[in-house]
């Protein structure tokens, strides 16, 4: 089984609950003092053309994460910004510790995204276009900390998390809202992270959609660390050819307004997945076994 913390569930049905073409409380984060706003154009030096230093420090202390932070032993967590693109910025926060090395604790990539929705199906929404918040990278590491049976490392990690997912897609569904863009885009470039952001993000293409549920069909039982692990190592087969499954890139989605999101509730779409999943059965190869040494 999948063990996720009860937190990210809990952030998850809240924004699952969100009215967005009604307006929306977005979580008492509206004092002035929060943000830098700039109407008419991108701010210099601010994120996303909005947030100031100061007010994405006020927002980081709102919502905990600089004390979940303090209380991994990084005492003095500090918020770096690149805005030098204006295509793409940067966010990162350090830890500032004299004059030892700085440890970056969380580093963002995010960048302005055009999807057209394409769907080898009749739709309404074939030809419409969305501006999006495209998450280009996102690491967040304690870079202290140990790997352990309770916490695995995962293919691509080399240290365990910060525990603050829930929070973090909180914040960024928040962000992506308030500078008026109407979804959010990920890409991921493993197995397990399309598994965390599927409880609310879509493939944009419904084959690809249908993939990743038929690999939690008929491997799903497994840890999701040994499934991750499988997965990486080219142990799970397509088991009609019996040939290694190669993991795919594909754009998940996340609608902020309702009439793109209502797409991925609807029939069509769910039939479409449906109907791809029969397509593809898989297992896993007999002859692996996890490495202990990726704990």
Wanted: net charge positive.
């Amino acid at each position: 089984m999948f063990n996720i913390n009860e937190k990210f569930w809990e952030i998850v049905n809240r924004l699952l609950d969100i009215d967005f073409d009604q307006g929306w409380d977005d979580f008492s984060l509206a004092e002035i003092d929060l943000y830098t706003l700039n109407i008419g154009g991108r701010g210099e030096g601010l994120f996303l053309g909005y947030y100031s230093v100061k007010g994405l420090e006020l927002i980081f202390n709102k919502y905990h994460i600089f004390e979940k932070i303090r209380k991994k032993g990084y005492g003095n967590p500090r918020i770096l910004l690149d805005t030098s693109d204006p295509y793409k910025h940067r966010l990162r926060v350090v830890n500032e510790e004299g004059k030892k090395p700085v440890p970056v604790l969380i580093d963002l990539i995010v960048r302005s995204e055009t999807v057209c929705i394409d769907l080898p199906y009749k739709s309404p929404q074939n030809g419409k276009k969305y501006e999006t918040l495209a998450i280009e990278w996102l690491q967040m590491q304690d870079v202290r900390g140990q790997f352990s049976a309770r916490r695995p490392r995962l293919p691509g990690q080399d240290h365990p998390g910060l525990g603050i997912g829930s929070e973090a897609l909180e914040l960024l569904v928040i962000a992506a809202r308030r500078v008026g863009l109407q979804g959010i885009v990920n890409i991921p470039n493993h197995f397990h992270n399309a598994y965390f952001y599927s409880r609310i993000f879509h493939y944009e293409n419904p084959r690809e959609q249908a993939k990743l549920k038929a690999i939690l069909r008929d491997l799903g039982k497994m840890p999701l660390y040994k499934l991750a692990w499988a997965m990486e190592e080219g142990a799970v087969l397509d088991a009609v050819s019996n040939k290694p499954f190669e993991w795919f890139t594909g754009r998940q989605v996340f609608p902020l307004i309702s009439g793109w999101s209502g797409m991925y509730r609807s029939r069509p779409y769910k039939k479409a997945v449906e109907n791809y999943m029969k397509d593809y059965k898989f297992k896993l190869d007999d002859n692996w076994t996890f490495k202990e040494e990726n704990r």
